[in-house]
């Protein structure tokens, strides 16, 4: 293992209730709930190894919900608000499927198991659409 690695590691046993998810040799910080501790640990890889343990497989929708989802909190550092969401992605994709009744489809565990894919935060109130 790595220095660095180590050292991150010894950091985290100090934190409350940490996880982690070693991935192709790197050791990343989630919470309790798998959610992320740093938004820019995140890579397709973490979100197809969560999806995994949570039984979904990723496909082509998963992706543009997964990948608007990234880009937005990394540019605004906030989940956009649903009409917020759909409105992008309508646009983007010239249909509009994308309902929170049609993300509950793709994703059985929710909307918040999109922003965790997504290596958002743990949302809070209303937070993930």
Not at 26 to 42: C, E, F, P, R, S
Not at 76 to 97: G, S, T, W, Y
């Amino acid at each position: 293992m790595r220095l660095e690695e180590m050292e991150r590691q010894q950091a985290l046993s100090g934190l409350r209730n940490p996880s982690v998810l070693t991935i192709d040799g790197h050791v990343i910080a989630t919470d309790k709930d798998g959610y992320l501790l740093d938004h820019n640990d995140w890579s397709p890889l973490i979100a197809e190894t969560l999806a995994q343990r949570d039984g979904v497989t990723l496909e082509e929708d998963h992706w543009i919900l997964i990948d608007f989802l990234h880009r937005f909190y990394a540019e605004f550092e906030i989940a956009p608000e649903m009409p917020v969401l759909a409105r992008n992605l309508c646009k983007d994709k010239n249909d509009c499927r994308w309902s929170k009744k049609y993300i509950n489809g793709l994703f059985p565990e929710g909307a918040r198991s999109v922003c965790r894919y997504a290596g958002l935060p743990m949302p809070v109130g209303r937070g993930c659409f």
